[in-house]
């Protein structure tokens, strides 16, 4: 099962705004809005940032946004701060059979 | 508070078994799907399986189907994955997680380290 395509890291100076972008197929990112998001700091477990390509759980910075286009589906960060310095995935579900899910090869978010 | 504390991990010798165990508290683990996620050292996270509810669909990634199997004890509040065949390669740390039931995980536990070798 091959991994979601997403840059291997991204940086930006503290106030600005990123992207991460993670690229599939028509049969996973393009196929539904089931695509979510995850923050993992290290030796810590990930943390849900977006679910269903553009919602944010309650308690989760408005800094943080999410979208697709087609096959791409991509995760802003508006008005970077140190603490957002982390790893990111998306994750999405793949149709098939079997079904499945696939995590993207993750994303390392710098602010310089 | 919802929490999910995982168990079982250990050093085992390539071609072993091992059974990680997943205690869930603060919510009724027997509605919500149930996910086992991997992430090697200093590698990326890898879905692992998902299992239903009432254990009636079981899915696996490609890299373990037909060596780990997925269960869950529902009165006892708990998820299971067992290991069997074990090879160099799944040596990770594994996480259980909470499935909403529309393709996303919320909730993590901290996870369980598991290493294979000899």
């Known amino acids: 099962q091959s991994a979601l395509t997403q840059p291997a890291s991204v940086s930006g100076s503290p106030g600005q705004s990123i992207t991460i972008s993670c690229t599939g197929t028509s049969s996973d990112v393009g196929a539904y809005n089931y695509v979510s998001w995850y923050q993992q700091h290290p030796g810590k477990a990930p943390k849900l940032m977006i679910y269903e390509v553009s919602n944010r759980p309650s308690g989760v910075s408005n800094r943080f946004s999410g979208s697709k286009s087609g096959n791409t589906a991509s995760l802003t960060i508006s008005g970077l701060q140190a603490e957002d310095e982390a790893d990111y995935y998306c994750?999405?579900?793949?149709?098939?059979?079997?079904?499945?899910?696939?995590f993207g090869t993750g994303t390392r978010v710098t602010a310089l | 508070e919802v929490q999910l504390v995982e168990s079982g991990g250990g050093l085992v010798q390539p071609g072993g078994s091992l059974r990680l165990s997943c205690a869930a508290s603060?919510?009724?683990?027997?509605?919500?799907?149930m996910t086992w996620v991997r992430q090697a050292p200093g590698k990326g996270l890898e879905w692992v399986a998902n299992?239903?509810?009432?254990?009636?669909?079981?899915y696996y990634g490609d890299s373990v189907r037909g060596r780990f199997t997925v269960s869950r004890d529902n009165a006892q509040n708990s998820l299971y994955l067992q290991m069997n065949s074990l090879r160099d390669e799944d040596t990770a740390i594994y996480y259980c997680?909470?499935?909403?039931?529309?393709?996303?995980?919320?909730?993590w536990g901290q996870g369980t380290l598991v290493t294979v070798s000899s």
């Open positions: 299992i239903k509810q009432d254990e009636s669909e079981k």
């Open positions: 997680a909470r499935d909403t039931g529309s393709y996303y995980t919320d909730y």
């Open positions: 603060g919510f009724t683990l027997g509605i919500y799907w």
């Open positions: 994750y999405s579900y793949r149709t098939g059979r079997p079904a499945s899910f696939v």
